[in-house]
């Protein structure tokens, strides 16, 4: 079994270039880990990539996607319109994928119910929802899914992958471990990228109490014990533990920030503290910066260090100690390999 082979595939929008992974290439089972957005330029990208190695999109038999933000499943559609390939992914993102109309009413209409939580000011949240909807016609016809839950096994060729429920960033977040000479690699989606931190919160609105969720899917992969993980975006990952331990650190120290945001201007809603956290925000980041406060703020909520109160969120207990929230770090800093 070899490298999976790695095609970058533009992005100017969301978390940079982009990977797709193909399994199998020779095996006449070809396997897409992933399909980016659905541009003119990105799809001359891929079946460029897809020919260097003889295949066209009528070729794959598979592909599974890692979640179903539309730089990851954009041309999903189009692959298997081409050739019928099947296409998989988590039953929580499936709905999503396939634009059911329900799943995406539900979707907006929690969007809109938390940005009046959040305290959104209506031109900002104008601003934002003008900048969606120059993305409403970036993704071609859906597919049609046929879902997975989490440990499925899904072959691909030259051997199988089973699927490690990793929610969070995404609801149906789901990346794909396989056995390999050397140690197990994991193909890691969002869930775990190199520099960047995902963003949790605001990337999925469904998602309930979503850095808890994440914190116990960066333990996940810190247990794993993987030997690489090839993430979404980005370069490959040599040592996934320390990079899930590193997060798990910098989310610990962004809550310690919202401890002091609310220690100094509390009560306040997440609007208030996303500003003080990250400042004037543009495109995307209107969606990301106060859900990333939300979601940390919830978790302080739900720690009885804060309480939601008509003024926002008032510090309750100043002083409390943060362990008790990030028990997933101890556990994950104690292992042999983590740094503190
Ligand atoms: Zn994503
Ligand atoms: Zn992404």
């Known amino acids: ?29 070809a396997t897409l880990i992933d399909t980016a957005i659905a541009t003119p330029e990105v799809r001359t990208e891929l079946e460029a990539g897809l020919a260097e190695h003889g295949l066209g999109f009528a070729d794959i038999e598979r592909v599974v996607l890692t979640h179903w933000h539309e730089d990851h499943v ?46 959104m000011p209506e031109a900002a949240r104008e ?12 993704t071609d016809e859906p597919p049609s899914i046929e879902p997975f839950e989490d440990g499925a096994h899904v072959p691909v060729g030259d051997g199988e992958l089973e699927t490690v429920h990793l929610p969070g960033h995404a609801a149906g977040l789901t990346g794909f471990a396989r056995a390999r000479e050397g140690g197990p690699e994991l193909f890691s989606g969002d869930a775990l ?20 969720k994440y914190l116990d ?32 650190t910098h989310h610990r120290e962004r809550t310690e920030r919202v401890v002091g945001v609310l220690a100094e201007h509390g009560p306040a809603d997440a609007w208030t503290v996303s500003a003080h956290l990250f400042g004037d925000l543009e495109g995307i980041h209107v969606l990301h910066g106060p859900g990333e406060a939300d979601a940390h ?20 207990e100043p002083d409390s100690d943060l362990d008790e929230l990030f028990p997933a770090a101890a556990v994950a800093a104690s292992r042999p390999g983590g740094d503190d």
């Open 1 to 29: 079994m070899s490298d999976p082979v790695r095609i970058r595939l533009g992005n100017r929008v969301f978390e940079g270039r982009n990977n797709a992974y193909l399994l199998g290439a020779d095996t006449g089972e």
């Open 74 to 119: 954009g041309l999903a559609g189009a692959i298997q319109a081409a050739g019928g390939a099947t296409v998989r992914a988590h039953a929580a993102d499936a709905p999503v994928i396939e634009q059911d109309p329900d799943a995406v009413a539900a979707m907006r209409e929690r969007q809109h119910e938390l940005f009046d939580e959040w305290g």
């Open 127 to 138: 601003e934002l929802l003008a900048f969606l909807d120059r993305f409403e016609d970036i």
């Open 193 to 212: 990228l190199p520099r960047y931190t995902p963003n949790v919160g605001g990337a999925d609105v469904r998602v309930e109490r979503a850095l808890e």
């Open 217 to 248: 899917t960066l333990v996940c992969i810190a247990d794993g014990e993987f030997a690489r993980a090839w993430p979404g975006h980005r370069d490959p990952i040599d040592d996934p533990t320390e990079r899930a331990v590193e997060i798990l």
């Open 297 to 316: 703020l919830v978790h302080l909520e739900a720690g009885g260090i804060v309480e939601h109160t008509e003024a926002g969120y008032r510090l309750v």
